[in-house]
């Protein structure tokens, strides 16, 4: 239970250095790539501003919707 609670953990830290990546500036966007990664998935911002997740999905810490483990990054979210 204690390693579920950390991974979930490390997962919303690695999701709060995305996001404040980018909107911590106002509107501008990352202009460098940038990846986070917890105990079994991955984040990354690509330098167009796109946000793609793999890995482990278990509790959704890969914020597509779902719970199915990824092994090929999938885009999140999506440009208004």
């Known amino acids: 239970m204690v390693k579920?609670?950390?991974?979930?953990l490390?997962?919303?830290l690695g999701l709060v250095?995305?996001?404040?990546?980018?909107?911590?500036?106002?509107?501008?966007?990352?202009?460098?790539?940038?990846i986070a990664a917890g105990s079994y998935h991955s984040l990354a911002l690509k330098s167009n501003g796109t946000l793609w997740a793999w890995g482990d999905n278990g509790y959704g810490q890969l914020g597509d919707g779902t719970t199915t483990n990824r092994t090929s990054p999938v885009q999140i979210g999506t440009e208004n």
């Open 4 to 8: 579920k609670a950390f991974v979930v």
């Open 17 to 34: 250095i995305v996001v404040s990546t980018l909107y911590g500036q106002g509107t501008s966007r990352a202009t460098t790539p940038q």
């Open 10 to 12: 490390l997962c919303i």
